[in-house]
T-cell receptor
Framework: TQLLEQSPQFLSIQEGENLTVYCNSSSVFSSLQWYRQEPGEGPVLLVTVVTGGEVKKLKRLTFQFGDARKDSSLHITAAQPGDTGLYLCGGSQGNLIFGKGTKLSVKP | GAGVSQSPSNKVTEKGKDVELRCDPISGHTALYWYRQSLGQGLEFLIYFQGNSAPDKSGLPSDRFSAERTGGSVSTLTIQRTQQEDSAVYLC??????????????FGPGTRLTVL
């Protein structure tokens, strides 16, 4: 069974701080996606990374796909309260396998 | 439609009753997925439909769970003889096509099921 592990599980920081969330697996994925979910809503796709070593930037968010396509990271610079939510990574190898998520709280 | 819609948004039922949850995918999306999410947790895959192919039911937790997709569009997830452990948010997602690679999914808002 493929497994995607996310860390940390919970993260509470002050506005303006930087943070990194990790998504790790022993399996190789053809692509990996990051989603953000707010309470009472479905997950919303942030980015898809496909190529090993790929780096994508979305404003203050930087996503990296590991060279071996087994892991990924999400780095947020100068976090804002609006970044609060559950961050989920999903790896594709046929079906989409999700990690348990990182619950981020950014306090003003 | 503009996005994936699900109904009802909330469902409270008594243990032992059957429930039906509905999903309307984005028009033109050929793939449809059902997931279950317990409070604040990740997504547990339940079932996947792609076009006219037989659905992938490998994630269904028991034979009390079933789903169908009519006309390649709307899908219904049915839970028979509900148990308290079935309480969760049930999320539906659709994607444009099954690429096996960039499987970008668009999610509905979910149905929160509470079994008393």
């Amino acid at each position: 069974t493929q497994l995607l592990e996310q860390s940390p599980q919970f993260l509470s920081i002050q506005e303006g701080e930087n943070l990194t969330v990790y998504c790790n697996s022993s399996s190789v994925f053809s692509s990996l996606q990051w989603y953000r979910q707010e309470p009472g809503e479905g997950p919303v796709l942030l980015v898809t990374v496909v190529t090993g070593g790929e780096v994508k930037k979305l404003k203050r968010l930087t996503f990296q796909f590991g060279d071996a396509r087994k892991d990924s990271s999400l780095h947020i610079t100068a976090a804002q309260p609006g970044d609060t939510g559950l961050y989920l990574c999903g790896g594709s190898q046929g079906n989409l396998i999700f990690g348990k998520g990182t619950k981020l709280s950014v306090k003003p | 439609g503009a996005g994936v819609s699900q109904s009802p948004s909330n469902k409270v039922t008594e243990k032992g009753k059957d429930v039906e949850l509905r999903c309307d995918p984005i028009s033109g999306h050929t793939a449809l997925y059902w997931y279950r999410q317990s409070l604040g947790q990740g997504l547990e895959f339940l079932i996947y439909f792609q076009g006219n192919s037989a659905p992938d039911k490998s994630g269904l937790p028991s034979d009390r769970f079933s789903a169908e997709r009519t006309g390649g569009s709307v899908s219904t997830l049915t839970i028979q003889r509900t148990q308290q452990e079935d309480s969760a948010v049930y999320l539906c997602a659709s994607s444009l096509l099954w690429t096996g690679g960039n499987n970008e999914q668009f999610f509905g808002p979910g149905t929160r099921l509470t079994v008393l």
